[in-house]
């Protein structure tokens, strides 16, 4: 490689960042993501400021891949243009923060930068960094890079290892290249093997099933497209409601329907007479409904991001219908989205502009641990928009007859960006972790239907009222990440910390008896 002046590397770290977001969706080019890396490790001496480097690589990688942000700031949030400017800026440098830490990380190394260096130290710090970022101030996983890979060989190690243990694949792969251009002679050799084997194992797991597949259902996704402008407006409500029951009684086939995200954009308790009667026909048709509506509760004067179920047999002697209010077959959101439906700060944040005013940003969490849906006889998963992107939340909530996951979601506030595609990609992820279909109904898009393997069976065009219509095939049974979580992962870093803690605290165990011999 040829020799850059240290600004030149910052340039060329933050240029190695930029190529990174084009390896999601809705570009595609997996290759992109471990070719990003190995630049960057390419970059990464000793000499250097390693902090610097990987602070660049993250502007590089977050100021495009995630740029989208900008428009639920600057088209619906109200604020001038430099505020939302200047916000974006802080939230791209806060998350800039993790790969400079890795890198800062990575750097601690002491002595000649061998194998364990690039296949196991390097790797650990990453990864810590990863976990981190999911984590503090309620965590962003947006972008990491196992979910580029998602149409890769490496994908089919989701349901082994899960999201960062394809993240892990992908920074040998960097790893392996790194060490192809920098050593040679049986290292090199290693590191042809270490490239080659996990897309190898990729392919010997392409099309294995971790869950048994169960009696298809039908399924109908309305997509209602309402405008944001409109959507939370009372005078729009009636309208709104009625688009919805007309669509949701001309489905004929269909065993089960999903209305997106707050699709009822109202208290539960003030439209309750249209529930019921949307219930009564719903029961008439035998057909099932979920549908997002803003849950209040009149005891603790709580609100909640909820998920409520019309259409099912109640099994209590006397009562037809299963619906009734606050009844608990419905889900309250768990992971709250800081801003949009909590303000961190709020006495400090509220007046500064309407962009921490929007309409129910003041949400209360749902329970951590709750049941799943049941509909149809079957026990559906829920997630709500954002929470799809935590697969440890997701996780614990699976039980034995789990065999979909439902999610919905309101993506408008991120126009016709790429961010609503990468979070169709996210889903995507879900659905192999877990090994079950995921049914992902959106007010705008992308509204879709994704089979156990991640696959995107059918998909609706986005921005247009409509009803996606298909199958959907349950699955049952365990995959070895749903079993184990993050512990097999968990053991990779902590052997890869290790490898680069340990010679040091030899060294300082060993240098009082070697001061005493001299």
Request: hydrophobic share 45%; aromatic share 12%.
């Amino acid at each position: 490689m040829p020799v850059l002046t240290p600004r030149l590397r910052l340039l060329a770290a933050l240029l190695s960042g930029l190529i990174a977001p084009f390896a999601f969706a809705p570009y595609g080019l997996w290759p992109l993501m471990p070719l990003s890396l190995l630049f960057l490790l390419l970059l990464l001496k000793p000499e250097q400021s390693g902090f610097k480097l990987g602070l660049c690589y993250g502007l590089g990688w977050f100021g495009y891949g995630i740029h989208w942000v900008h428009v639920s700031m600057a088209e619906f949030g109200g604020m001038p243009l430099f505020v939302s400017l200047a916000l974006m800026v802080l939230l791209v440098g806060y998350l800039s923060l993790y790969p400079a830490l890795a890198c800062w990380l990575a750097n601690k190394w002491q002595g000649k930068r061998s194998a364990m260096f690039y296949l196991l130290w390097f790797p650990a710090c990453w990864l810590l960094s990863e976990w981190l970022r999911s984590w503090v101030l309620t965590g962003f996983p947006w972008l990491q890079p196992g979910y580029s890979q998602i149409d890769s060989p490496l994908s089919t190690i989701a349901p082994i290892f899960g999201l960062y243990g394809v993240t892990w694949l992908v920074l040998l792969l960097a790893a392996g290249g790194a060490l192809i251009i920098r050593q040679s002679g049986k290292t090199r050799w290693l590191a042809s093997a270490v490239v080659v084997t996990p897309l190898l194992i990729g392919l010997i797991f392409k099309g294995h099933s971790w869950t048994t597949a169960q009696q298809p259902l039908t399924v109908a996704l309305v997509q209602g497209n309402v405008p944001l402008d409109i959507k939370w407006l009372p005078q729009n409500r009636a309208a709104s409601l009625l688009m919805y029951q007309q669509e949701t009684l001309a489905i004929e086939n269909a065993d089960v329907i999903v209305w997106p995200e707050s699709a009822i954009a109202a208290l539960e308790y003030e439209v309750i007479d249209f529930l019921h009667e949307l219930d009564g026909q719903l029961l008439n048709k035998q057909q099932a409904l979920i549908t997002g509506v803003i849950a209040h509760n009149l005891q603790t004067n709580a609100y909640y991001n909820a998920l409520v179920t019309l259409g099912q047999q109640s099994k209590e002697a006397g009562a037809s219908s299963a619906y009734y209010y606050e009844n608990p077959n419905r889900y309250y959101k768990n992971h709250l989205l800081p801003i949009g439906e909590f303000v961190p700060f709020e006495d400090l944040l509220r007046p500064l502009a309407p962009f921490f005013n929007l309409p129910m940003s003041s949400f209360n969490r749902g329970d951590t641990q709750q049941t799943n849906l049941e509909v149809k006889g079957h026990q559906w998963l829920a997630a709500i928009c954002y929470e799809i992107a935590f697969g440890e939340l997701l996780r614990p909530q699976f039980s034995e007859q789990t065999d979909a996951i439902v999610t919905v979601s309101n993506d408008a506030w991120f126009g016709t960006s790429i961010g609503p595609k990468q979070h169709l990609e996210i889903a995507q992820m879900r659905a192999l972790e877990f090994g079950r279909p995921v049914v992902r109904s959106t007010n705008t898009g992308v509204t879709a239907i994704i089979d156990r393997f991640g696959k995107v069976q059918q998909h609706a065009p986005e921005y247009k009222q409509l009803t996606l219509s298909g199958e959907v095939t349950p699955a049952t049974g365990i995959t070895p990440y749903q079993r184990f979580g993050l512990w097999p992962i968990s053991l990779v870093v902590l052997l890869g910390l290790a490898s680069g803690l340990m010679p040091r605290l030899r060294q300082r165990l060993l240098k009082p008896a070697a001061d005493k011999l001299a």
